[in-house]
């Protein structure tokens, strides 16, 4: 079965660094998402990306994020300069229609990054 | 824009017993509506989900949600749990129309399974 994959599972970095996360949607997917979860909190979107472009982003998704689709199967979350706040699970996801189809989204395993 | 509350933080049920996991959601439209089960450390793996149709869902590991539109709710409901079960769970709502399908997720109620 078809599923989203997410590297590193899990990341440990000094604030300041920059982190690149990794995500490869199911190949015939058309919308691509990164959510978090802070430890002990919801799953909060940050943002949605369609045709080369962010679709939606919020709040969270400040100037130090920033996302990409970089060959076509590779979905990246960079974050420049990472601050303590930022150590979260991170969540990549994908669904096959937006808008007005069904919608719905496969999440990967997530990324979990501790930023010291 | 779309919210969902979840007003039960944590729950704790004997094993065999039933369960009933509560989701209420806020949307001007009727719309997607979906549970997703976080084990320990794991990833988010959808129970099942509603978009038109019959209001009594059928998902995945025997669990089941009914949408009530006049209550603005759409609960999970298992009629025997296992100790397998023990997991966050997380109601959540998309918006339809939306540019993107993205979805809110609830605050999650964790489920403690008492053997």
């Known amino acids: 079965e078809p599923e989203v994959t997410q590297t590193p599972s899990h990341q440990v970095t000094q604030m300041g660094q920059e982190v690149i996360l990794r995500c490869v949607p199911i190949?015939?997917?058309?919308?691509f998402y990164w959510y978090r979860q802070i430890l002990g909190q919801k799953v909060e979107f940050l943002v949605s990306?369609?045709?080369?472009?962010?679709?939606?982003k919020s709040e969270i998704f400040d100037d130090q994020f920033s996302v990409e689709r970089p060959d076509g199967s590779n979905f990246t979350l960079k974050i420049r300069s990472t601050k303590l706040e930022d150590s979260a699970m991170y969540f990549c996801?994908?669904?096959?229609?937006?808008?007005?189809?069904?919608?719905?989204?496969?999440f990967g395993e997530g990324s979990r990054l501790t930023v010291l | 824009a779309q919210s969902v509350t979840q007003p039960d933080i944590h729950i704790t049920v004997s094993e065999g017993a039933s369960l009933e996991l509560r989701c209420n959601y806020s949307?001007?439209?009727?719309?997607?509506l979906f549970w997703y089960v976080q084990s320990p450390g794991q990833g988010l793996q959808l129970l099942l989900k509603y978009f038109s149709g019959d209001t009594l869902v059928q998902g995945i590991k025997g669990f089941e949600a009914e949408f009530k539109r006049s209550q603005s709710s759409f609960n999970l409901r298992k009629p025997s749990v296992h100790w397998s079960d023990a997991a966050e769970y997380f109601c959540a709502v998309g918006a339809r129309g939306s540019s993107a399908s993205k979805i809110i997720f609830g605050s999650g109620t964790r489920l403690s399974i008492r053997p």
């Open positions: 190949s015939n997917h058309l919308y």
């Open positions: 996801a994908s669904s096959q229609t937006g808008g007005t189809g069904t919608g719905e989204l496969f």
């Open positions: 990306f369609y045709n080369n472009e962010i679709s939606e």
């Open positions: 949307y001007g439209a009727t719309p997607y």
